[in-house]
């Protein structure tokens, strides 16, 4: 299975972004899906995660200005970017784990959001 990460881009302070996970098999239903980043410098960091069951998680950095969803028929998992700042400066990889059998971890290959003051 691959993940292909997309929508990164340039954007000014308080502008929007839309970043896209497309899998390649059907696994987003059955996974946690989560977003992460890396600016840096930096270690990596969550942003949002989507459980099985529709639980979502985020950063206290991007409570209220990010969303995670996920369409399980297109195999995708999108995180709306709201607001953004030039700290949301990074690369965005996407994650789709299992942990009970049949257990994976696969990671996107990264999409680069820059946001300028």
């Known amino acids: 299975v691959q993940l292909q990460a997309s929508g990164g881009g340039l954007v000014r302070a308080g502008e929007s972004l839309r970043l896209s996970c497309v899998a390649s098999?059907?696994?987003?239903?059955?996974?946690?899906v989560g977003w992460y980043r890396q600016a840096p410098g930096k270690e990596r960091e969550q942003v949002a995660l989507i459980l099985p069951s529709g639980i979502t998680v985020y950063a206290d950095s991007v409570k209220g200005r990010f969303t995670i969803s996920r369409d399980n028929f297109r195999n995708t998992v999108h995180l709306q970017m709201n607001s953004l700042k030039p700290e949301d400066t990074a690369v965005y990889y996407c994650n789709a784990a299992r942990g009970m059998f049949p257990k994976y971890d696969y990671w996107g290959q990264g999409t680069l959001v820059t946001v300028s003051s």
């Open positions: 098999g059907s696994i987003v239903g059955s996974s946690s």
